[in-house]
Structures are given as structure tokens and as C-alpha cells.
């Protein structure tokens, strides 16, 4: 029975870097739930076809007496039904156990966010990169294209997907707002402030003398990079910046900030944009409209991070906050 439920992982495995291409950490991460799961059954004389909710909900409460989180439990049992669902699916079982049962409740995760300091540290060693004297055109046009992506995400509170996809004109413009494309192509207003717009003006000028660089002079027309419609192109399907290279980047000047790259990403720098309006006094609706958020209630997780930042600073300011 047990060489008949590691053959079923070993099938889920393959499935998942065939068809999902999951890395080799994840598929690691996915065998060691699977590993465990079939354990728990071997252990208590239950074959695959015969698994029932009870025998599910058994393999749960083993893991709260194993003393695993909430959280760590949770992704056990998304690891446990995505496996039967796999086997239900691919005719190997003929029903599903873990269809209808419920997991357990996970705490609500604060998101990562950056002091103010850490932000002007980053967006001040990004602006430093592109006055390296000793650098050729093409390093110094892709640190002006970084630091144009940091000041525009951290002046607007776009999402990535937002902020690689945005078009050649919103460099252009004299407004202080540009319209971002979201989520169910809905539009909405947000603010480019005076670095973010000049940062900006200084990329696209300099890529528009990298184009002219790279043009022949027997007149060969211009790369699909110089004449595209997008702010920031690239060789991609999509024809502008993948949203990991640009995270591959920020982790780059994130170390040379000395920030921990662990904790910096394009979302962290999103979340950094709504906590520090939220915590300069803006409203929160204001701040839903400018993340784009269709409920209110996605907004005011911004209001637990505040309210964190407001115990850590008196217990460690207030002259009882030790003793508290």
C-alpha cells in the first residue's frame, strides 16, 4: 500500500514540474507534505481508496499535537487536497475526500513594508547608479530605467503588473496624474510626483540617445525597442520588462542600499506607498482608490501595520514600555 502512494506522489510530483513548471523547491516542499501524509496513513492502516473526511480531519488534528502552525498546517492540507484532487481528476480514485473540508483558520499576515528612511536609502542609491562616469551607455540607460520604475512605484503605489505595462506617454506627460490600467481593465488617477516625472524624463532621454547610438548611419531603421510603444520594453513576449527582471534588479540595489533583499520587493515598495500615506494622515478611502482596491476592507490591513508600528514605538519609547 505504501509503494502504491508514493508511486501516486511521484505521478503528482511530475504533473506539477511537467505541466505547472513548478521549481525544484516548491516539488522539494510538496514532497515532504506528501511524504507526511502518507506516513500518517500507513501508520493507521488506511489505503488511499479507502481515505474518508474523518481520516483527513485525524491527519489534521496529528499535525496541531505535532505542535505545527496554523499556517504550516494549512499548507499541509492544500498539499493533501490538490494530491486528491490530482488522483480524482487522472481516474486513479473515484471520489475526492478533501473536496468539501474545511482547513484551519490561518492569522491575518501583516504585509512587509519599508520605513521611510529605508525608502529614501534605496531610491538614493538607484539615483547614485546613473551618474557612474566610468559606465557605458547601455549600463547607464538600465540604471536610469531602475531608477525611473523605483521613484514611479514608490510615487504612485502601483502594482508591478501596473507599472512594467505602462505606456511610452506616461513619461510625457506635464499632469500630475497619469491613468493606470488595473485589475478588470479598470482604469484610475494616480500621482506622479516632480522625482518621479524626472527620473522619467531622464530615462526616456536616454533611451532615445541609446536608440539613436545604435542606429546605422546608412540609415538602417530603428530596433522594436526604440520605436515601442511601452515606457519600459524589452525582448519579451509581452514586448515590455517582465515583472522578474525588474524584481531581480531591486534586489540588486536593495544590497548595495545595505537593506535586507529578503524584505524588499516591488509589492513591499506598494505596501510602503499605502502605510506611509496612511501614517502621514491620508484617508483611507483615498488610499483604496489609489491602490486600486475594489473593497475597503482589502485597504485597512494598512490600519493593522499602523497600529503595530504604534505598540512597538511605545513600548519601546515610554519610559514604562518595558516594564508594560
Known amino acids: 500500500m505504501a509503494t502504491n502512494t508514493n508511486r501516486f506522489i511521484s505521478l503528482f510530483l511530475d504533473m506539477l514540474a511537467v505541466e505547472r513548471g513548478a521549481a525544484k523547491n516548491t516539488l522539494d516542499a510538496y514532497g515532504r507534505d506528501l511524504e507526511d501524509y502518507a506516513g500518517f496513513l500507513s501508520e493507521r492502516g488506511i489505503s488511499l481508496d479507502a481515505v474518508g473526511q474523518n481520516d483527513l480531519r485525524g491527519f489534521l488534528a496529528s499535525l496541531g499535537e505535532r505542535g505545527l502552525s496554523a499556517s504550516?498546517?494549512?499548507?499541509r492540507l492544500s498539499a493533501v487536497r490538490q494530491f486528491h484532487k490530482f488522483l480524482y481528476i487522472e481516474g486513479?480514485?473515484?471520489?475526492?475526500?478533501?473536496?468539501?473540508?474545511?482547513?484551519?483558520?490561518?492569522?491575518?499576515?501583516?504585509p512587509k513594508t519599508l520605513g521611510m528612511t529605508d525608502v529614501e536609502r534605496l531610491l538614493e542609491t538607484a539615483r547614485l547608479a546613473c551618474d557612474d562616469p566610468d559606465m557605458t551607455l547601455a549600463k547607464?540607460?538600465?540604471?536610469l530605467r531602475l531608477h525611473c520604475l523605483l521613484e514611479m512605484l514608490y510615487a504612485t503605489g502601483m502594482r508591478v503588473s501596473e507599472l512594467v505595462a505602462l505606456p511610452r506617454s506616461a513619461a510625457r506627460t506635464r499632469e500630475s496624474l497619469i491613468v493606470v490600467r488595473g485589475k478588470g481593465n479598470k482604469e484610475r488617477l494616480v500621482?506622479?510626483?516632480?522625482?518621479?516625472?524626472?527620473?522619467?524624463?531622464?530615462?526616456?532621454?536616454?533611451?532615445?540617445?541609446?536608440?539613436?547610438a545604435r542606429a546605422d548611419k546608412q540609415g538602417r531603421p530603428a530596433s522594436k525597442t526604440a520605436v515601442s510603444p511601452w515606457l519600459f520594453p524589452a525582448d519579451s513576449e509581452t514586448g515590455y520588462l517582465t515583472r522578474q527582471a525588474f524584481a531581480?534588479?531591486?534586489?540588486?540595489v536593495a544590497a548595495q542600499a545595505g537593506l535586507d533583499t529578503s524584505a524588499v520587493?516591488?509589492?513591499?515598495?506598494?505596501?510602503?506607498?499605502?502605510?506611509h500615506l496612511l501614517q502621514?494622515?491620508?484617508?483611507?478611502?483615498?488610499?483604496?482608490?489609489?491602490?486600486?482596491?475594489?473593497?475597503?476592507?482589502?485597504?485597512?490591513?494598512?490600519?493593522?501595520?499602523?497600529?503595530?508600528?504604534?505598540?512597538?514605538?511605545?513600548?519601546?519609547?515610554?519610559?514604562?514600555?518595558?516594564?508594560?
Open 72 to 75: 504550516s498546517a494549512a499548507r
Open 92 to 110: 486513479h480514485l473515484s471520489a475526492d475526500p478533501s473536496a468539501t473540508l474545511s482547513g484551519p483558520r490561518k492569522g491575518r499576515t501583516l
Open 140 to 143: 547607464r540607460l538600465r540604471a
Open 191 to 212: 500621482p506622479l510626483n516632480p522625482s518621479a516625472k524626472a527620473a522619467a524624463a531622464r530615462y526616456l532621454a536616454a533611451r532615445e540617445e541609446a536608440a539613436a
Open 248 to 252: 531581480r534588479d531591486l534586489k540588486s
Open 265 to 275: 520587493s516591488p509589492h513591499v515598495l506598494r505596501h510602503a506607498f499605502a502605510s
Open 280 to 324: 502621514n494622515g491620508a484617508d483611507l478611502r483615498m488610499i483604496q482608490e489609489l491602490l486600486g482596491h475594489a473593497d475597503i476592507s482589502t485597504t485597512q490591513i494598512y490600519t493593522h501595520v499602523l497600529d503595530e508600528r504604534m505598540k512597538a514605538l511605545v513600548r519601546d519609547l515610554h519610559p514604562l514600555g518595558q516594564s508594560a
